[in-house]
């Protein structure tokens, strides 16, 4: 069966430093979605895209986040410089476009020291 | 402001009966509303959804209702079994969001006992 996937699964970083995760999606959707759960916290949008286009980053706090998708199917999550309040899931889905099921991968535990 | 609001209590519920969980929501006009399963440490899961037009879907063992005049819907699982233990979570597009921008609540813990 297809998955999204995502790596790493775990990542534990120093405050101030750079941190980047990556996303494959599943094959043929070509909308993709980075959200990040805190602990206890339901799952919060940071970016959607369609194909390589960005069609909502209205959460994504880009004074410190980055995110592309620069053919269109895999993508990259960067943090720069990452804040102790950073540590969350960070979990990537994809879907078909303008299909109602998004497909979520294991996500990114990330923890910042 | 928009909110989604869960039971934020663990529900305990024996084995063979029905867990009943609530999603409220106000401020909100939803396009449509899913239901999502998530086990500890992994992505959440799709289990249904239900569009606003709808009053109530079913899958198997899982029933959804949806009454947009109370800004509610009801999620139940029926002869609840021991592996159904996890966290649901509800989710809500609105008619202004952007397609697939799912809000979610912060989801209900449940705990099925033998």
């Given at each position: 069966e297809a998955e999204v996937a995502q790596s790493p699964r775990y990542k534990i970083t120093e405050k101030s430093q750079a941190v980047a995760f990556w996303c494959d999606p599943i094959s043929g959707h070509a909308t993709l979605y980075w959200y990040r759960q805190i602990l206890g916290q339901g799952p919060e949008l940071l970016v959607q895209f369609q194909d390589e286009s960005?069609?909502?980053?209205?959460?994504?706090?880009k004074d410190r986040f980055s995110a592309e998708r620069l053919k269109g199917v895999d993508s990259t999550l960067k943090i720069?410089?990452?804040?102790?309040?950073?540590s969350a899931m960070y979990l990537c889905a994809s879907s078909f476009p303008r299909n109602t099921e998004a497909f979520f991968g294991q996500g990114t535990r990330l923890t910042v020291v | 402001s928009q909110k989604i609001e869960q039971n934020s209590e663990a529900l305990n519920i024996q084995e063979g009966k029905t867990a009943t969980l609530t999603c409220n929501y106000t401020n909100y006009s939803p396009a449509y509303l899913q239901w999502y399963r998530q086990d500890p440490g992994r992505g959440p899961v799709f289990l249904l959804l239900i569009r606003e037009n709808e009053k109530e879907k079913r899958k198997e063992r899982l029933k959804v209702t949806f009454d947009t005049t109370l800004k509610q819907s009801l999620f139940h699982i029926t002869a609840?079994?021991?592996?159904?233990?996890a966290t649901y979570l509800c989710a809500l597009v609105g008619?202004?969001?952007?397609?697939?921008k799912l809000q979610f609540g912060a989801g209900t813990q449940v705990v099925v006992t033998p």
């Open positions: 960005v069609v909502d980053d209205s959460q994504l706090p720069q410089p990452a804040e102790l309040g950073d | 609840s079994q021991p592996a159904d233990s008619t202004t969001d952007s397609w697939g």
